[in-house]
T-cell receptor
Framework: DTGVSQDPRHKITKRGQNVTFRCDPISEHNRLYWYRQTLGQGPEFLTYFQNEAQLEKSRLLSDRFSAERPKGSFSTLEIQRTEQGDSAMYLC????????????FGSGTRLTVV | AQTVTQSQPEMSVQEAETVTLSCTYDTSESDYYLFWYKQPPSRQMILVIRQEAYKQQNATENRFSVNFQKAAKSFSLKISDSQLGDAAMYFCASRRGGSQGNLIFGKGTKLSVKP
């Protein structure tokens, strides 16, 4: 197992376009989390899954954002009608049940909206 | 709601010296966990150390140790014998106990290590 994988590493898109990111967690981890990190800030929670169930969504996750984890393995995060304010690093993490032992993070997807 | 505050945007330490990074938190939970994460320039977050709030003993991982002051809601990270590879952003985070909840991060402290 090579850890948490995220694809792509970088994405440049024009304002108004849709983008989709993928995250492959550690196989033994049933929890998967999405965070957003802007320059000079700590990661901000977006949403998390336990297996295929989406258990919590942040108020940061507007209607233009949707996340799925259809078979309880990989997850996708889609942003529709991107805005310049969506430019950020999108981090995925996974954990064992409960998450009290900490999360394992991926390298992130850097989104730039031009 | 939980909050995490890191009051030092940047810190600097001489190689082989010791540095302490500060973190305070606020929570109404009695059961919670605290973490320090390191984020090198490659951007992947790495868990440095973890503390369970119900344990009075401060956690230690090799050159990294914490000073957990529960009453003061303080959770500082001490790095001993600093190495060039310790240069990174360091984030303090908290998580409430139980099966739910997620990590809440501070804004981070950028640590520079001078040779």
């Amino acid at each position: 197992d090579t850890g948490v994988s995220q694809d792509p590493r970088h994405k440049i898109t024009k304002r108004g376009q849709n983008v989709t990111f993928r995250c492959d967690p550690i196989s033994e981890h049933n929890r998967l989390y999405w965070y957003r990190q802007t320059l000079g800030q700590g990661p901000e929670f977006l949403t998390y899954f336990q297996n295929e169930a989406q258990l919590e969504k942040s108020r940061l996750l507007s209607d233009r954002f949707s996340a799925e984890r259809p078979k309880g393995s990989f997850s996708t995060l889609e942003i529709q009608r991107t805005e310049q304010g969506d430019s950020a690093m999108y981090l995925c993490a996974s954990s064992l049940p409960g998450g009290s032992y900490g999360y394992t993070f991926g390298s992130g997807t850097r989104l730039t909206v031009v | 709601a939980q909050t995490v505050t890191q009051s030092q945007p940047e810190m600097s330490v001489q190689e082989a010296e010791t540095v302490t990074l500060s973190c305070t938190y606020d929570t109404s939970e009695s059961d919670y966990y605290l973490f320090w994460y390191k984020q090198p320039p490659s951007r992947q977050m790495i868990l440095v150390i973890r503390q369970e709030a119900y344990k009075q003993q401060n956690a230690t991982e090799n050159r990294f140790s914490v000073n957990f002051q529960k009453a003061a809601k303080s959770f500082s990270l001490k790095i001993s014998d600093s190495q060039l590879g310790d240069a990174a952003m360091y984030f303090c985070a908290s998580r409430r106990g139980g099966s739910q909840g997620n990590l809440i991060f501070g804004k981070g402290t950028k640590l520079s290590v001078k040779p």
